[in-house]
Each structure stands twice: as structure tokens, then as C-alpha cells.
């Protein structure tokens, strides 16, 4: 198991699925769209729109492509 990124900062938080330990399953608050209290992910920095990730269960570390700001649309 990797350890925490040592830039990781509960402060800056994403609710976004583990794709390693998908531990929101089952989780009705997570279910409901809602933030929950504890299925969140470190969000370590960001490029635009994709975000850098890792899950405080299993530190699995990924990127995401949110669809949100700079560089977030195609379609002019």
C-alpha cells in the first residue's frame, strides 16, 4: 500500500468513487448525491479540469476528468 501523499490536506477534499476499493458502495448517503462525511478523496491538485486523487482507505492514486472548469468543455 502507497502512503498519503505528503501534499495530501483534508481541507481539500473531492467526493468522487474510488475506482480501487469503491467504498461509497452501499452508502445511501453517497447514493443520494449528497457529501459524505466519510467517502471522500484527497484532492491533491488539479490541471484544469482533471483532478489529482487518492483515497484515504487504500491510497490508490488517480486522475479524474470532472468536466468542470478550464478546459472542461469541447464544444466552444
Known amino acids: 500500500m502507497l ?3 505528503p501534499t ?6 473531492a467526493w468522487v468513487p474510488c475506482p480501487r476499493c469503491q467504498d461509497h458502495e452501499g452508502c445511501g448517503v453517497c447514493l ?30 488517480w486522475t479524474w476528468q470532472s468536466g ?3 478546459g472542461g468543455r469541447t464544444d466552444g
Not at 495530501?8 to 477534499?13: L, S, T, V
Not at 484532492?43 to 484515504?56: A, F, I, R, Y
Request: charged content about 20%; some cysteine.
Open 3 to 5: 502512503p498519503l501523499d
Open 32 to 61: 443520494d448525491g449528497r457529501t459524505c462525511h466519510d467517502h471522500w478523496r484527497y484532492l491533491l491538485s488539479n490541471d484544469g479540469s482533471v483532478l489529482h486523487l487518492q483515497c484515504p482507505n487504500c491510497t490508490h492514486l
Open 68 to 70: 468542470f472548469g478550464a
Open 8 to 13: 495530501a490536506d483534508i481541507g481539500r477534499r
